[in-house]
């Protein structure tokens, strides 16, 4: 197999790592599957640690990537809510997947 074969091959999976691999990615995620729509400070809590700065960046980049959905209400004042898109729903099977492998296997060194 070729560099350029391999790497098409494994650009799909490539993509999918690097959106949940993010810093925050997970954490954000994990929250989200747990509601169905969260106002920003209320997210902000439930991610332990997190800033504004990047809570709002990661925010924008898993809006731009499809994940996420931002849902402004014409109130006063202004509520916003933020809810996974179904592109970030079909994450979560993946998700679990990933920590039932980690609880699995998390401490055990590589077999051979």
Request: hydrophobic content about 35%; proline content about 3%.
């Amino acid at each position: 197999m070729t560099e350029e074969e391999l790497n098409k091959a494994i650009a799909p999976a490539r993509y999918t790592l690097n959106i949940l691999a993010g810093k925050w990615n997970l954490k954000i995620l994990a929250v989200l599957c747990s509601y169905n729509d969260i106002r920003y400070n209320e997210l902000k809590r439930k991610v332990y640690g997190i800033t504004g700065t990047m809570l709002n960046q990661s925010l924008k980049e898993l809006i731009e990537n499809g994940i996420v959905q931002r849902v402004q209400y014409n109130e006063v004042p202004s509520r916003v809510e933020y809810s996974l898109t179904r592109t970030g729903l079909e994450l979560i099977p993946i998700y679990e997947q990933l920590v039932l492998w980690g609880e699995n296997h998390l401490g055990r060194k590589c077999e051979h």
